[in-house]
């Protein structure tokens, strides 16, 4: 067993936190203990949050016709890319019923999820709408992912029965450039903390393989500590045809572990979110991703691109001894 992971295992384990001189260190001695990585993330995940997994399924509310540029993105209008170039507003009738199909599915959480950097006056008074008849109609948790909102905005969504808001930092700021130039690394934070001002719960992460080094991935998880995030949806590339991105090397499922299990080490009780590239890029090593950390899965359909039948990862938690449970 390797000592030093061991030894910060144990800082964890009541109630510690690492420093970056200490996470810098782990990152060097987990390149060869890689298993014993993976035991230490369980037993850290098992003693903040026993066999509980919160589940939760995402619906588009407005799909592609973005005049942003994120580098990753197939709904940007910058790209060439199959996505239909004129936004498409998806009906009401189509959001309540993938709500109604989340609660007799037993996914507790549902997010609406928007393409665009904000919603138009006029759609936002429509998903108000729609947050609070999902609350009232279905009793399930509401998130939604509406790009940049001032704080009144959120007040108004918190107002409505918002329980969550999603927006992610996406990478480091040293990086972030890199991958968008339409708004700021900034926006994303000033969006985060107008959330967290109006009480709502903030669902905040970044996605993996899109060239960023393994700084920029602490850099991140060090970020998202400071801003208190308690719900960090890690996402990983699946490359899109035609955004700058498409030809980017996979990330290879045991790199993915890797990844999750230091984000357990440094964010110890916040909860991971195995979400969007997580079914392409881990192939057989689905159920890998809970003694590796995670304690959130997007389940279902992405905005985008296939995830897997409902069914097959409820019953992978049940296979694991892991119950669902809401955010
Ligand atoms: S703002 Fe959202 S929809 Fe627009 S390009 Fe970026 S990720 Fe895609």
Redesign the pocket.
């Known amino acids: 067993m390797n000592i030093l992971i061991t030894e910060y295992a144990n800082i964890i384990l009541v109630g510690g936190l690492l420093d970056r001189a200490q996470i810098d260190s782990l990152s060097v001695e987990s390149e060869d203990a890689f298993w014993d990585l993976l035991y230490w993330s369980n037993v850290i995940r098992e003693k903040f949050f026993g066999n509980k997994i919160r589940v939760c399924s995402i619906v588009p509310g407005r799909l592609g016709g973005?005049d942003?540029?994120?580098a990753f993105?197939s709904?940007?209008i910058k790209y060439d890319t199959a996505t239909e170039k004129k936004a498409q507003t998806i009906s009401d009738e189509q959001i309540l019923s993938a709500a109604a199909d989340a609660a007799n599915n037993g996914v507790p959480f549902i997010g609406i999820v928007n393409?665009?950097?904000a919603p138009s006056t006029n759609e936002f008074a429509r998903l108000e709408k729609l947050i609070a008849k999902i609350k009232s109609d279905y009793g399930i948790g509401v998130c939604a992912s509406l790009?940049i909102l001032t704080a009144e905005q959120m007040q108004k969504l918190a107002a409505a029965g918002l329980d969550r808001y999603n927006h992610n930092l996406e990478t480091s700021e040293r990086y972030y450039g890199k991958i968008?130039t339409t708004h700021k690394y900034a926006d994303r934070v000033n969006t985060v903390k107008a959330a967290k001002q109006a009480d709502l719960g903030v669902c905040c992460g970044g996605l993996f393989g899109i060239g960023e080094t393994h700084a920029d991935r602490i850099d991140m998880a060090m970020a998202l500590r400071e801003l208190e995030i308690d719900m960090v949806p890690m996402n990983f590339l699946h490359p899109i045809e035609g955004t700058p991105l498409a030809d980017s090397e996979e990330i290879p499922p045991k790199e993915i572990l890797r990844i999750i299990a230091l984000y357990r080490f440094i964010l110890p009780k916040a909860h991971l979110k195995a979400a969007g590239g997580r079914v392409l890029n881990l192939r057989d090593m689905q159920s890998w991703i809970f003694p590796a950390g995670v304690t959130s899965i997007l389940t279902g359909n992405y905005l985008t691109t296939a995830g897997r039948a409902v069914q097959e990862d409820m019953q992978m938690l049940k296979d694991m001894g892991l119950e669902a449970i809401s955010n």
Do not use: I
């Open positions: 973005c942003q540029d994120c993105c709904q940007s393409s665009g950097r790009g968008v």
